[in-house]
C-alpha cells in the first residue's frame, strides 16, 4: 500500500509526522514542488520523500490537506482515480478571516467528492488542531482518538488499519452524509474534542 499526502502545511505535516513515527513511507507534496520540501522531509525522517502533486496522487491513499478555495486546483488534472482512497482532512473555513464556507446545504467532504470523481472518500484527520495531530496518540493513559466516515466500507476499512498502525483509536462515525457533519468544522459537535480511550 503507498500513501500520497498533497499539502504540506500544518496538517500535511501533522500526518507525515505521525507516518514517519511508525516508520511508514510516503511522499508528500505541495504546490511549489518537492524542492521546497528539502528541508522538510530531512526533518520529518527517511520513510518519508518528497514529490510532484501528481506523483503523490497516485497512490493507494491520497491524503488531502490543502486550504479550502485551493482545493479545485489541487485536485484538478490527477490521473484517475479508479477507486483509489481520498482521505479528506479538510475543513471548509480558511484564515485569515475564519468566515465559514457557504456549502449550499451539503456536507463539506460530499463537496470534496464532487472535485475527485472515481475515488473512494473517506473523511478523516480533520478534527483536531495541527499540534495534537502530529503529538504522540499514546496520552494519558490511553490513546488519542479520531473519527473517520465515509461511503465505501472496504476503504474506511483500510483507512481504520492505517490509523491502528499509527496508534490512534479509529471510531467509525458511519457515512459521509452523517458522520462528516458530525466532524465537520465549523458545526458539527466533534471538533477540536481532544478525546482518549482508555483500556
Ligand atoms: N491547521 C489546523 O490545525 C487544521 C486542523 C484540521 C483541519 N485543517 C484543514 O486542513 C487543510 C489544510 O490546512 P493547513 O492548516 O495544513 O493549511 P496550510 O498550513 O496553509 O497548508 C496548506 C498546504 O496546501 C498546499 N497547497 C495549496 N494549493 C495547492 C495546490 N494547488 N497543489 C498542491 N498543494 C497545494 C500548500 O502548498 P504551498 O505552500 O506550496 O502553496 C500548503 O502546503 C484545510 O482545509 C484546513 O481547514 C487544518
Redesign the pocket.
Given at each position: 500500500m503507498t500513501i500520497g499526502i498533497?499539502?504540506?502545511?500544518?496538517?500535511?505535516?501533522a500526518f507525515a509526522r505521525t507516518l514517519a513515527r511508525a516508520g511508514i513511507k510516503a511522499t508528500i507534496?505541495?504546490?511549489?514542488g518537492p524542492e521546497?520540501l528539502q528541508d522538510l522531509v530531512r526533518d520529518l525522517g527517511p520513510s518519508i520523500q518528497s514529490g510532484g502533486?501528481e506523483e503523490a496522487a497516485r497512490a493507494d491513499i491520497v491524503f488531502v490537506?490543502?486550504?479550502?478555495t485551493?482545493?479545485p486546483?489541487?485536485l484538478a488534472g490527477l490521473p484517475e482515480w479508479s477507486g483509489r482512497i481520498l482521505i479528506d482532512?479538510?475543513?471548509?473555513?480558511?484564515?485569515p478571516l475564519f468566515k465559514p464556507i457557504d456549502l449550499k446545504g451539503r456536507v463539506s467532504s460530499e463537496v470534496v467528492a464532487g472535485l475527485v470523481p472515481g475515488a473512494r472518500v473517506v473523511k478523516a484527520?480533520?478534527?483536531?488542531?495541527?499540534?495534537l495531530?502530529a503529538a504522540d496518540p499514546q496520552a494519558a493513559g490511553g490513546r488519542r482518538v479520531l473519527f473517520y466516515s465515509g461511503d465505501d466500507s472496504v476503504a474506511k476499512a483500510e483507512v481504520a488499519a492505517l490509523i491502528d498502525r499509527i496508534g490512534f483509536v479509529g471510531i467509525d462515525l458511519g457515512s459521509l452524509a452523517v458522520g462528516g457533519k458530525l466532524a465537520q468544522?465549523p458545526g458539527g459537535p466533534l471538533?477540536n474534542q481532544n478525546l482518549i480511550k482508555v483500556g
Open positions: 498533497i499539502g504540506a502545511g500544518a496538517i500535511g505535516t507534496s505541495n504546490s511549489r521546497s502533486r490537506a490543502v486550504n479550502w485551493k482545493l486546483a489541487a482532512a479538510n475543513n471548509p473555513i480558511e484564515a484527520f480533520n478534527h483536531l488542531r495541527a499540534e495531530l468544522f471538533p
